[in-house]
DNA sequence: CATTAGCACTCTTGATGAAAGAGTGCTAAC
DNA sequence: GTTAGCACTCTTTCATCAAGAGTGCTAATG
């Protein structure tokens, strides 16, 4: 859609006007606040023609003008189709965060966590981040222990260092040996491979090549598979979803509660980051507003989405999550500081320190090995067969 | 405090009636519901010495009077001596919530999701549900494994199937023999021991022990020690957060806003948790009611808790949020019903059944392996000194 | 002496209406 | 093409008023 230059500023004036003050905004309004030297009037012609063209509408007769949802739409597409001066205003104000966010967090969990809150808190809306999947990520190790008679302990590391475990019930103990060649075979087989690519036929194969075909080896062979395959768990953090009630158009009882739920439930949320995953943006950025919201419940809110990339393929979504009047201009600058420290933050900018790179919980360590390329999986690397150096009889 | 049969009447009738309504009860409306034969006046006379007593109060002169936190109080230890009734109403009206939370999740997250999910949608008010301490559960079994030149990786198993695990980074690599020397140390040492029995001390004494003593092996015991002592992590599982708006004492803005953050937050649902594990309630049921809160945001509340027990000394907390003027009845019973289904869920009720009593995520499965009891680590059984039989030139 | 009927009083709630204010659309003038 | 002026509309605010609910007190009653 082109407009006309001045009813281009004008829009520009009546959105941001309302942006700030959230009431409608008047044809006096605008003819003080614009450069242009326009009186009420001939503001009050242009805005008729605005409406008309369904950019902006008027609560009722006699209110002043509020955007539509086309009307927030090219406003923003404007904004981010120029690289603004505001952007860099927002970053700056978003560097006195720095050091709260630096904190390198030993776990991807906490970290993932202390994101949403500096989102939320530097622009009071809600925001939310998606953990990185973890598709395309490759498979670096992989342990099977018999923990007690009935349960084998299955552990994978992926590229990362992230790490997958489940124990495995199982009928009876599995010799020692079978063990053994089981790890071999798993490693051989799967290690190096991403995680994607492990298939069903691929399985199959393994276990026909398994020497020993028990029903046991065969489940266990399962489990390992459905851990590497079937964990791929979204998860999603979220922070300021009290930020809402600084919003009255969306702080009363029904609209309130619905977003709150939809925030609790993480589901919905869900959505928007597929949705986001699966189309590239302007600048990596993303805005749905209003209608175009792919949460049915959340048609009153704007989001901005970006996907953020940890390295390695690892890929997330950063969303917020405010008003349809939402400060779209800081809200995509601060986006962008967030993504900048994001990648900073993975990139092994001092290689050799030592640094706990580990994850309990989630089990999940957000660096990996610092700068060196891992190796995949190959025979003389792994302890087995150094075990011949051991005598048992000293122990 | 002792009151007169009449007046203890009184009270409950005006308490359960405003709890009902959330409005104020005035005089006549007592002396209908009520089965003793009086006229509102002499309520009135009632009424005026339970105000004067501080059991009730009312908004302003001329409106009905509403309880007091000490009326609720004696209303509550009241229900609390005497077991009801009215709490095996509850519990049938749970009994359709069976199927639901019944269904064996295999992870310990996704559970504790569940039953705070069944909570709040039996009662409609908020509630949560902490992870379960493990600092009496048993140590079963360490492995440290090599992923590549530079990290370690440590998996702890615990009591429950319960998954520790953490990469550790090391300066060069361990060789297989000392390795393995670890990994005997470590389970010798360690397994059998409950968690909170691995004091540094006891840490000092192994390192001690390793017969070679490079300093590597000593950060390695010690990133090893603190995945058992430092992880005790306080996970805190909400749901229903939103019920809060079905309360207009609680639904104005700025309580809900406050509500909703500590929700969100989680930190001052952790201090109720510390304080419901620190100090046990009579039938293990605990209510708080608003100024009793620990959490002073939260003084226009009342919370119910519980501690669960998981077997093995894996205690938790489940707690319902609501307004002071809750169904304190309904709650109680939940509550019971939901720590009975808790503790049959975890009951090797039918051993011998193969389900995955795995745990990924959080690495945590729910169900130890079925009756037989664990044996604590003992050499013979641990695939060690069976290596020798492996020819490794067959590979 | 406990209970009750009656009554004046207080306070909230909801409805009504008037006045003020903000903003528009239209017309006519520049 | 722009602007001043004006009538009109609609919301917001405030005060007023009547109705209703509930109380406390007093006096009457069994």
């Given at each position: 859609m082109e407009l006309p230059d001045r009813k281009m500023r004008i829009l520009k004036a009546v959105v941001r006007n309302y942006l700030e003050t959230g009431e409608p905004v008047g044809s006096r309004t605008i003819s003080k606040m614009t450069d242009l030297k326009l009186s009420s009037a001939t503001i009050r012609n242009e805005m008729a023609d605005l409406e008309e063209m369904g950019l902006i509408t008027q609560p009722h007769t006699s209110a002043g003008r509020i955007p539509t949802d086309a009307g927030y739409r090219l406003y923003v597409d404007d904004m981010l189709s120029s690289e603004k001066q505001e952007l860099q205003d927002a970053r700056k104000e978003l560097l006195d965060m720095k050091d709260f966010l630096l904190k390198k967090q030993d776990k991807l969990e906490t970290m993932l966590q202390s994101v949403a809150r500096t989102l939320a808190v530097s622009t009071n809306y809600a925001s939310m981040i998606s953990s990185p999947t973890t598709r395309s990520s490759k498979i670096k190790f992989i342990q099977l222990s018999q923990v007690d008679r009935h349960n084998v302990l299955a552990v994978i590391v992926i590229e990362g260092n992230l790490i997958r475990n489940k124990v495995i019930p199982v009928e009876e103990e599995l010799s020692a040996e079978n063990m053994l060649?089981?790890?071999?075979?798993?490693?051989?087989?799967?290690?190096?491979?991403?995680?994607?690519?492990?298939?069903?036929?691929?399985?199959e194969g393994i276990k026909r090549n398994a020497g020993i075909h028990t029903a046991i080896i065969s489940d266990v062979i399962d489990a390992a598979a459905e851990i590497v395959r079937g964990e791929e768990e979204l998860k999603i953090y979220t922070s300021g979803a009290n930020n809402i009630f600084r919003y009255p158009e969306l702080?009363?009882?029904?609209?309130?509660?619905?977003?709150?739920?939809?925030?609790?439930?993480?589901?919905?949320?869900?959505?928007?980051?597929?949705?986001?995953?699966?189309?590239?943006?302007?600048?990596?950025?993303?805005?749905?507003?209003?209608?175009?919201?792919?949460?049915?419940?959340m048609r009153d809110c704007s989001v901005v989405t970006a996907t953020y990339e940890l390295g390695e393929g690892m890929k997330g979504t950063i969303g917020i999550i405010g008003p349809k009047r939402?400060?779209?201009?800081?809200?995509?600058?601060?986006?962008?500081?967030?993504?900048?420290?994001?990648?900073?933050?993975y990139r092994p900018a001092e290689a050799g320190t030592k640094d706990p790179a580990d994850g309990g919980g989630t089990g999940t360590g957000i660096r990996a090995e610092s700068g060196k390329p891992d190796q995949p999986f190959t025979l003389p690397d792994l302890r087995i067969p150094q075990i011949k150096r051991i005598e048992i009889k000293e122990l």
């Open positions: 060649k089981l790890n071999m075979l798993l490693n051989t087989n799967l290690c190096g491979l991403a995680v994607e690519e492990i298939t069903l036929g691929l399985i702080a009363d009882h029904q609209r309130a509660s619905e977003i709150i739920s939809d925030f609790e439930e993480k589901q919905a949320l869900g959505s928007i980051v597929q949705e986001t995953l699966s189309s590239e943006g302007q600048n990596g950025i993303q805005v749905y507003i209003g209608d175009e919201m792919p949460v049915a419940r939402m400060d779209y201009d800081k809200v995509v600058g601060v986006m962008k500081e967030i993504m900048n420290q994001l990648d900073a933050l």
